[in-house]
């Protein structure tokens, strides 16, 4: 079983609509959890951190985490054709210092 | 945000020679950085975890003899692909994490490897 799992795409929506990215992780004591945005040919940038139950919101972006079902996601409202990358999660688990482990990603593509 | 540079940005080097690469955390203290390969299409694979002031922490089936890697400094960590071949052309990104209680990791804009 991989530390980290997201649905590789691609996932395709139309502009102005709800994006939803989903990831599952495998360590019950994970703490942190991250999402990364990667447009093609360019590092990943930071979008969202969540260290807590629930939901956490930053302009069109919201991130929820749900511990008890080993499950992060991230929504994007009023989906732009900017927002088209590779989304990545990423999960630092509890007791193995500062490592982050990453999922593959999942392409979004927001179609004008 | 915190800011990480790299460079070079990208880099062509003949098979057999070396290379090195240089991480900076610009506006931040980072005790720890890390360093990534990503193959195109491919995610991220972490290659080595960098402390400064220690030796650095290696993922298993990353030759440490290849790629050194040195973090002299709070704000500045090299990686050297040393007798570079064909096969390490390769994405190398470098990551920093700013100080506790902060968990987060800020990626440097990538350095893109040929070797012919």
């Known amino acids: 079983q991989k530390e980290v799992e997201q649905n590789s795409g691609p996932l395709s929506v139309p502009e102005g609509a709800i994006a939803s990215l989903n990831c599952t992780y495998s360590?019950?004591?994970?703490?942190?959890f991250f999402w990364y945005r990667q447009y093609s040919g360019k590092s990943p940038e930071l979008i969202m951190s969540?260290?807590?139950?629930g939901d956490k919101e930053d302009g069109r972006f919201t991130a929820q985490l749900n511990k008890a079902s080993q499950y992060v996601s991230l929504l994007i409202r009023d989906s732009q054709p900017s927002d088209s990358a590779t989304y990545l999660c990423?999960?630092?688990?509890?007791?193995?210092?500062?490592?982050?482990?990453f999922g593959t990603g999942t392409s979004l593509t927001v179609i004008p | 945000g915190a800011v990480v540079s790299q460079h070079p940005s990208r880099v062509i080097c003949k098979s057999g020679t070396s290379v090195k690469i240089e991480c900076r955390s610009l506006?931040?203290?980072?005790?720890?950085m890390f360093w990534y390969r990503q193959f195109p299409k491919q995610s991220l694979m972490l290659m080595a975890t960098?402390?400064?002031?220690?030796?650095?922490?290696?993922e298993q089936g990353v030759e440490k003899d290849k790629f050194l890697i040195n973090h002299a400094s709070l704000t500045l960590s090299t990686l050297t692909v040393t007798s570079a071949h064909p096969e390490d052309s390769s994405f190398y990104i470098c990551?920093?994490?700013?100080?506790?209680?902060?968990?987060?990791?800020?990626f440097g804009p990538g350095t893109r490897l040929t070797v012919t």
């Open positions: 990551s920093a994490r700013p100080p506790a209680p902060s968990y987060e990791q800020y």
């Open positions: 360590d019950r004591g994970s703490q942190s």
């Open positions: 969540i260290y807590s139950n």
């Open positions: 960098s402390n400064e002031g220690s030796k650095a922490t290696y």
């Open positions: 990423a999960v630092k688990r509890q007791y193995t210092g500062n490592q982050f482990y």
């Open positions: 506006d931040f203290q980072a005790t720890t």
